[in-house]
C-alpha cells in the first residue's frame, strides 16, 4: 500500500474488495460495514490478524469476538448446529442475529478469537462482510470497529474518528441500516437464552422458534457478562447521561423521541430527535450517531427522553443505560 492511498474506499470498488482481501490474507485488519454497526474484521484463523484486532480497539484480549460467515455451510463447518440453531439461522439469516454454538475442535478458529472458550458466536451478515468471508473462505473475526468502551461505529468517518491511523483500510458502505449491534442467543434444553438484546427483536426470536427467550441471571457460569458489550459502562459520551426524562434543563442537550418533546426542550441547548415519528426501527438507526454527535468536551449533560422497551426498544434501552453508567 502506497503511503498516500486513502484510508477510506468505497465498499462497491472491486479494487478496495481486492485490497482489502489481500490485507486479509497477510493477517491485516480491515474495517468492513455491515447492516448493524461497522466491524474490524481479520481472519478468524489467524493468529496475528485477530491480535491486530485487540491491538487496534485497546480491548482486553480476553473477551471473545463474534465470527462472521457467509452462509450455514460454513458455520457448520466450524460449530455443532442443533436444529433449533439452524432453525433461526434459517429465518434470520443473513441479518443481525448472533448464534451461540459448540465449537468444533477442527475448526481453526483461533483461540484468542474465542478467548479460549469451547463455544463460538457466529453470524452471517449481508453484504460486504459476507462476501469477503467467502472470498476468504474462512470466518471473519469482527468486533465493532470503535475503541474499546466507545460508541460503535455506523459510518466510515465514525470508524475513522476512532481508528484512524491504527488500521490500513476502511470500505466505506454507506450508513448502517439497522444501527445496534446483532442479538445474541444461545439455544438452551427449553428456552433460547438473550445474551445481548440487539437488531432483532425478542419477540421476533420467540416466533420463529416456538421457544420462549429468557436472559439469562448474571452469575459466574455466564462468561458473557465479562465481555465488552456487557460491561456496565459502555457506549460512554463525555458529558453525563440522564435517562427517562420528562424533561429538560437549560444546559442540558435533549436525546428526543417521537412527536411529543419534554417540558424545557425550547430552552435546551440542542435537540437531537432519533425518530420525530417515534419509530423504534428509525431511531435504533440513529442511536450511535446520535451519541457520536453529543460525544464533545464542550457538552457536558444530556437529557434522553424514556423510549419504549418493546420490539428494537428493548436493544436501545440497553444501549443507553450502559451510555448513562458510572464512569471509572
Ligand atoms: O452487530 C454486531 O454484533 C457487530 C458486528 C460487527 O457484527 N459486532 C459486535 O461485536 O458487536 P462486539 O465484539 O462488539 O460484541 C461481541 C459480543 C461480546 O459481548 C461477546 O461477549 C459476545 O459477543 N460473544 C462472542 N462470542 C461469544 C461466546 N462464545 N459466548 C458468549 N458470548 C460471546
Ligand atoms: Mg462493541
Given at each position: 500500500r502506497k503511503i498516500d492511498d486513502p484510508i477510506i474506499r468505497d465498499a462497491n470498488d472491486p479494487a478496495a474488495i481486492g485490497q482489502a482481501l489481500e490485507l486479509l490474507r497477510a493477517g491485516q485488519c480491515v474495517a468492513v460495514p455491515t447492516e448493524t454497526v461497522y466491524g474490524l474484521a481479520a481472519d478468524a484463523t489467524n493468529g496475528d490478524g485477530v491480535a491486530r484486532i485487540f491491538a487496534a480497539k485497546g480491548r482486553p484480549s480476553f473477551n471473545p469476538l463474534i465470527c462472521h460467515v457467509p452462509d450455514m455451510g460454513m458455520a457448520d463447518r466450524l460449530a455443532f448446529i442443533d436444529p433449533l440453531s439452524e432453525a433461526l439461522m434459517a429465518a434470520?439469516?443473513?441479518?443481525?442475529l448472533t448464534i451461540v454454538c459448540r465449537l468444533r475442535e477442527e475448526s481453526g478458529i483461533h483461540p484468542l478469537a474465542t478467548a479460549g472458550l469451547d463455544t463460538v458466536g457466529l453470524r452471517s451478515p449481508v453484504g460486504v462482510m459476507s462476501a469477503l468471508a467467502r472470498a476468504l473462505g474462512q470466518p471473519l473475526a469482527a468486533p465493532s470497529?470503535?475503541?474499546?468502551?466507545r460508541v460503535s461505529p455506523t459510518s466510515a468517518a465514525h470508524v475513522a474518528a476512532s481508528l484512524e491511523g491504527r488500521i490500513p483500510l476502511i470500505l466505506d458502505g454507506g450508513a448502517a441500516r439497522v444501527g445496534v449491534e446483532s442479538t445474541i442467543v444461545r439455544v438452551e434444553a427449553d428456552h433460547i437464552a438473550l445474551l445481548r438484546p440487539g437488531g432483532i427483536s425478542r419477540g421476533a426470536i420467540a416466533q420463529a422458534s416456538g421457544r420462549p427467550v429468557r436472559t439469562p441471571s448474571r452469575?459466574?457460569?455466564?462468561?458473557?457478562?465479562?465481555?465488552p458489550g456487557q460491561l456496565t459502562s459502555h457506549y460512554a459520551p463525555t458529558g453525563a447521561v440522564r435517562l427517562d426524562a420528562e424533561h429538560v434543563e437549560p444546559h442540558e442537550w435533549l436525546i428526543a423521541f417521537g412527536p411529543r418533546l419534554p417540558e424545557g426542550h425550547d430552552a435546551a441547548r440542542g435537540i437531537i430527535n432519533l425518530s420525530p415519528s417515534g419509530d423504534l426501527r428509525e431511531a435504533a438507526a440513529n442511536l450511535f450517531g446520535a451519541l457520536a454527535a453529543i460525544d464533545?468536551?464542550?457538552?457536558r449533560a444530556i437529557a434522553v427522553m424514556p423510549i419504549p422497551d418493546e420490539g428494537l426498544g428493548e436493544a436501545i434501552n440497553d444501549r443507553l443505560k450502559r451510555a448513562a453508567a458510572p464512569r471509572d
Open positions: 434470520f439469516w443473513p441479518g443481525a470497529a470503535n475503541k474499546s468502551g452469575g459466574a457460569s455466564n462468561p458473557i457478562v465479562t465481555a464533545r468536551p464542550a457538552i
